[in-house]
């Protein structure tokens, strides 16, 4: 008797490992996810970083689903995402949770943005010192307090430079000489990210605005694609 048992149990561990393989090699090289916000959020969530933690209120951080700038289009809905750096300068940013990866493969992540924009595209503008950041990560970005200051717990890189985890794919201005809201395009190009995904084969989306400009910061984001391609 614990003879078949052993047998069956290694039966079922066998099998169990094949399956196992089996959804891991099932799983699609490609996959990509458009987010238009025309019926929700889908997923993404907001938070802010670079900042003391005295100044929590003054910066005053939204993210929401809210109509596009009448400029453009007020019955078309987008991703309102606002804050005001008081200090130094400040991350704002957006993050989703992509399930259903191989763990033991290597993913490029590839973005393409519409955004839209009331930052005009003159010599020293401010939309030219806030760095739209896109990238991926297998830990989940999150903001880490230390010493009163609250920090990105990704390697997003400094405002003006490339992180590991993190690449800047554009400015911000809106391709304009005039302060009206306007929809432009970034995207990572040649600017992907390598990522592995953690065990449970997820990882995380990450896109942000990082700045040192003092002042409020609102653009809205019309659509938001990322393509995840296996390597």
């Keep these: 008797m614990k003879k078949y048992l052993t047998w069956a149990k290694l039966v079922l561990l066998l099998s169990l490992s094949a ?53 453009i289009d007020s019955l078309r809905w987008s991703l309102r995402l606002e804050g005001t750096n008081v200090g130094d300068s400040i991350f704002l940013f957006l993050k989703k949770e992509i399930a259903g990866l191989n763990p033991e493969k290597t993913y490029n992540v590839s973005f393409d943005i519409n955004l839209a924009t009331n930052y005009p595209d003159l010599p020293g503008a401010t939309g030219k010192n806030i760095s739209l950041k896109a990238g991926a990560s297998a830990a989940e970005p999150t903001k880490e307090l230390s010493n009163g200051y609250y920090n990105i717990s990704i390697k997003k890189g400094l405002w003006n430079q490339d992180g590991a985890e993190m690449s800047i794919i554009g400015d911000v201005v809106n391709n304009s000489a005039r302060a009206v809201y306007q929809i432009v395009n970034r995207n990572s ?40 391609r296996e390597q």
């Design 19 to 71: 399956c196992n393989s089996e959804e891991r090699n099932n799983v699609d090289p490609v996959r990509t996810m458009t987010s238009e916000f025309q019926t929700g959020v889908e997923g993404w969530t907001g938070d802010y970083a670079l900042y003391n933690r005295a100044d929590t209120t003054k910066v005053a951080f939204a993210m929401e689903r809210d109509s596009l700038p009448s400029d």
């Design 189 to 228: 190009s040649s600017k992907n990210i390598s990522v592995k995904p953690g065990s449970d084969g997820k990882i995380w989306v990450c896109i942000g605005e990082d700045t040192r400009f003092k002042g409020r910061t609102v653009l809205y984001y019309d659509m938001i694609k990322v393509t995840v």
